[in-house]
């Protein structure tokens, strides 16, 4: 199994960045599939970005591309979610979760691990 942490959230204003990470445990790490998700209150858990086993292939939300990227150092086991340009609406609980398939997904019901999350607040 994976065990997934998150860090890096906290509180900017719009227009300002942070960068996430998601450190994942084991070995396996560089075989499987990565993607960020974010859940506001009230809301859905919706799909943020991905990226595949090599980290060659990406893909992201119409909402946050051009602002966010994502990135994987498979060396480190890590993860990384790099947020520009945050606006408001982009406020929510982030989750790092991982794909034992080497290719990506949109549903988050196709990943099998979850990170506890981590919270973003951006103020106007």
């Known amino acids: 199994q994976v065990q997934l942490v998150e860090s890096g959230g906290g509180l900017v204003q719009a227009g300002d960045s942070l960068r996430l990470s998601c450190a994942a445990s084991?070995?396996?790490?560089?075989?499987?599939?990565m993607g960020w998700f974010r859940q506001a209150p009230g809301k859905e858990r919706e799909f943020v970005a991905a990226?595949?086993?090599?980290?060659?292939?990406?893909y992201y939300a119409d909402s946050v591309k051009g602002r966010f990227t994502i990135s994987r150092d498979n060396a480190k086991n890590t993860m990384y979610l790099q947020m520009n340009s945050l606006k408001p609406e982009d406020t929510a609980v982030y989750y790092c979760?991982?794909?034992?398939?080497?290719?990506?997904?949109?549903?988050?019901?196709?990943?099998?691990?979850w990170g506890q999350g981590t919270q973003v607040t951006i103020s106007s």
């Open positions: 084991g070995r396996t790490f560089s075989s499987y599939a």
């Open positions: 979760a991982a794909r034992y398939y080497s290719d990506s997904a949109y549903n988050p019901n196709d990943y099998h691990y």
């Open positions: 990226i595949n086993w090599s980290g060659g292939s990406t």
